[in-house]
């Protein structure tokens, strides 16, 4: 069974940072690459940052480049989100997200998390 679990969400001002981490098991990490999404409240789920399964590509929604990094550890089966300078927009749950192929930015998951709710406001 495939589980991805994330944390790290939480209350923050503005401008302030967090480190989303999503912890993967029952699937062979280093095979899929992992994506970030995140869906506001009464809009739609959108794509943030992706990472190739070596490492090798990175790809951000414009909305967040210069502010948040991704990363990955596959010897630990997990991916990171490091986000900067948050802004209220920011606000959303925060889903990771695993699939086979690297598809950037529009990928339909092959499996996803509960995610994280990550509320930025003064």
């Known amino acids: 069974q495939v589980q991805l679990v994330e944390s790290g969400g939480g209350l923050v001002q503005p401008g302030a940072s967090l480190r989303l981490s999503c912890v993967a098991s029952?699937?062979?990490?280093?095979?899929?690459?992992m994506y970030w999404f995140r869906q506001a409240p009464g809009k739609e789920r959108e794509f943030v940052a992706a990472?190739?399964?070596?490492?090798?590509?990175?790809y951000y929604r414009d909305a967040v480049k210069g502010r948040f990094t991704i990363s990955r550890n596959n010897a630990a089966n997990t991916v990171n989100l490091q986000m900067n300078s948050l802004k209220p927009e920011d606000t959303a749950v925060y889903f990771c997200?695993?699939?086979?192929?690297?598809?950037?930015?529009?990928?339909?998951?092959?499996?996803w998390g509960q995610g994280t709710q990550v509320t930025v406001s003064s």
């Open positions: 997200a695993a699939h086979r192929r690297f598809v950037v930015p529009k990928v339909d998951p092959d499996y």
């Open positions: 990472i190739s399964l070596n490492n090798m590509s990175t």
């Open positions: 029952g699937l062979t990490f280093s095979t899929y690459n």
